[in-house]
């Protein structure tokens, strides 16, 4: 009906296509809940692209501005879903070539202003706010690719908040995976869903061949890696690696890539030079995550000078998380003392929300281990902040016990 009657007719009698216009009594198309004329109608940036916009709300969010910041951050999203209504969702049915392209560009740019509204309500304090959002967007896009990659984003969110039941719930709503082309929402299902080691490969070496670009398909390629290292595959997910490193070698600007190339490198071989190679890798990429996920699995293998090493720097300028992770470190290596002066030197009013649970076990931890009655009280007053889904597992619960002194408990149990 839109194809044969959306046309306006002009003086001159000629036909112009009509635009899709969005209309202020319906939800906002950033998510909602308010309608767009009470939300975002008022605040759509005309002229300026979206690299400004987010370089603003990064400033909004370190000064302090943290209602400006999503306040535009929903405003930009909004611009966003409104753009692929009037063009992605109006050349589905018309113009398959160039609907495809536009899908492929939107993916990723949607899931980036996703991302940057994402950070600004958990600075705002209202990340509840998060999933019910994206489930709205995934009803209203108009665009069926577009719609699965917003469910994965809320699956992804909602089993990294450890909800991991309700993330296959979510996921369940996509339908047969065998249908889905989408790199997310297939990674993510082989995380949350009860099903054989030989289907979860099978949807990992899916998501391999669906992505649509290399970031993507390397992502995808990692997780089917890290699946076959749990398989004790490790003969298989080498000739993985190597191809991945190939790749990688040829283009520039992707550090990140390679430097988690070479920690899965060093995971499969557990050589020294690997070991080397991963270290001098992770220590020249900008990203900090990175830094930490390989200090993480440094720690749980046991190298706790190495992930000193990786750290060093972040300790220096007093980053959180990585004290934090040194904190762990040396409370496992027996250095109880400089495990306690590293924690007390965390300042607790730096360490954001989505940090208070391992905030919460190292103080737990320090207290427990050093015998230190004011850490003590400190970490039984995070507990009281966290959420409940996070206070009842049964790792805290034993934590929880230990810290209330209760001979039941046993204190080596939650370390």
Same mark, same amino acid.
């Given at each position: 009906?839109?194809?044969?009657?959306?046309?306006? &007719?002009?003086?001159?009698? &000629?036909?112009?296509?009509?635009?899709?216009?969005?209309?202020?009594?319906?939800?906002?198309?950033? =998510?909602?809940?308010?309608?767009?004329?009470?939300?975002?109608?008022?605040?759509?940036?005309?002229?300026r692209n979206f690299s400004e916009i987010s370089d603003e709300i990064d400033e909004a969010l370190s000064s302090s501005r943290i209602a400006f910041a999503e306040q535009s951050a929903?405003?930009?999203?909004?611009?966003?879903?409104?753009?692929?209504?009037?063009?992605?969702? @109006?050349?589905? %049915?018309?113009?398959?070539?160039?609907?495809?392209?536009?899908?492929?560009?939107?993916?990723?740019?949607?899931?980036?202003?996703?991302?940057?509204?994402? $950070?600004?309500?958990? @600075?705002?304090?209202?990340?509840?706010?998060?999933?019910?959002?994206?489930?709205?967007?995934?009803?209203?896009?108009?665009?069926?690719?577009?719609?699965?990659?917003?469910?994965?984003?809320?699956?992804?969110?909602?089993?990294?908040? =450890?909800?991991?039941?309700?993330?296959?719930?979510?996921?369940?709503?996509?339908?047969?995976?065998d249908r889905i082309s989408d790199v997310l929402a297939l990674t993510t299902a082989a995380d949350v869903f009860t099903i054989s080691p030989e289907r979860r490969e099978q949807i990992?070496?899916?998501?391999?061949?669906?992505?649509?670009?290399?970031?993507?398909?390397?992502?995808?390629?990692?997780?089917?890696?890290?699946?076959?290292?749990?398989?004790?595959? &490790?003969?298989?997910?080498?000739?993985?690696?190597?191809?991945?490193?190939?790749?990688?070698?040829?283009?520039?600007?992707?550090?990140?890539?390679?430097?988690?190339?070479?920690?899965?490198?060093?995971?499969?071989?557990?050589?020294?030079?690997?070991?080397?190679?991963?270290?001098?890798?992770?220590?020249?990429?900008?990203?900090?995550?990175?830094?930490?996920?390989?200090?993480?699995?440094?720690? $749980?293998?046991?190298?706790?000078?190495?992930?000193?090493?990786?750290?060093?720097?972040?300790?220096?300028?007093?980053?959180?998380?990585?004290?934090?992770?040194?904190?762990?470190?040396?409370?496992?290596? =027996? =250095?109880?003392?400089?495990?306690?002066?590293?924690?007390?030197?965390?300042?607790?009013?730096?360490?954001?929300?989505?940090?208070?649970?391992?905030?919460?076990?190292?103080?737990?931890?320090?207290?427990?281990?050093? %015998?230190?009655?004011?850490?003590?009280?400190?970490?039984?007053?995070?507990f009281k902040q966290l959420p409940v889904a996070v206070t009842i597992a049964q790792g805290m619960q034993e934590l929880l016990k230990v810290l209330q002194g209760s001979d039941s408990?046993?204190?080596?149990?939650?370390?």
């Amino acid at each position: 009906v839109w194809r044969k009657q959306g046309f306006v &007719q002009l003086p001159d009698g &000629q036909a112009l296509r009509r635009v899709w216009e969005p209309d202020s009594l319906d939800i906002c198309y950033c =998510g909602g809940p308010k309608r767009f004329a009470e939300c975002c109608r008022g605040h759509l940036p005309a002229k300026r692209n979206f690299s400004e916009i987010s370089d603003e709300i990064d400033e909004a969010l370190s000064s302090s501005r943290i209602a400006f910041a999503e306040q535009s951050a929903r405003a930009v999203l909004a611009r966003y879903v409104i753009w692929i209504k009037q063009h992605t969702a @109006a050349t589905m %049915n018309v113009a398959n070539d160039l609907h495809v392209k536009l899908v492929d560009i939107d993916v990723p740019a949607l899931e980036t202003h996703v991302v940057v509204l994402h $950070d600004a309500l958990e @600075a705002n304090e209202n990340l509840a706010s998060f999933v019910p959002q994206l489930r709205h967007l995934a009803s209203i896009i108009g665009v069926p690719a577009l719609s699965v990659r917003l469910t994965a984003l809320a699956a992804r969110k909602l089993l990294l908040s =450890g909800f991991e039941r309700e993330a296959a719930t979510e996921l369940e709503k996509l339908g047969n995976l065998d249908r889905i082309s989408d790199v997310l929402a297939l990674t993510t299902a082989a995380d949350v869903f009860t099903i054989s080691p030989e289907r979860r490969e099978q949807i990992l070496i899916r998501a391999c061949t669906v992505a649509s670009c290399e970031e993507e398909k390397w992502t995808a390629q990692f997780a089917l890696v890290e699946h076959m290292l749990d398989a004790g595959k &490790q003969s298989e997910a080498l000739p993985i690696i190597i191809s991945i490193m190939a790749e990688l070698a040829k283009v520039r600007g992707h550090t990140g890539f390679y430097s988690e190339a070479c920690v899965l490198r060093w995971r499969v071989t557990k050589t020294e030079s690997d070991l080397r190679a991963a270290m001098d890798a992770v220590g020249r990429t900008q990203d900090m995550i990175i830094r930490h996920r390989f200090a993480e699995i440094l720690i $749980d293998e046991g190298g706790y000078q190495e992930a000193e090493q990786v750290l060093a720097a972040d300790i220096t300028n007093g980053e959180p998380v990585a004290k934090l992770l040194i904190t762990d470190a040396r409370i496992r290596s =027996g =250095g109880r003392e400089s495990a306690r002066e590293l924690f007390l030197s965390i300042e607790r009013a730096n360490v954001a929300r989505k940090y208070l649970h391992p905030y919460t076990v190292a103080a737990a931890h320090v207290a427990v281990f050093c %015998n230190d009655s004011v850490i003590r009280d400190l970490a039984l007053d995070c507990f009281k902040q966290l959420p409940v889904a996070v206070t009842i597992a049964q790792g805290m619960q034993e934590l929880l016990k230990v810290l209330q002194g209760s001979d039941s408990a046993d204190p080596t149990a939650s370390a």
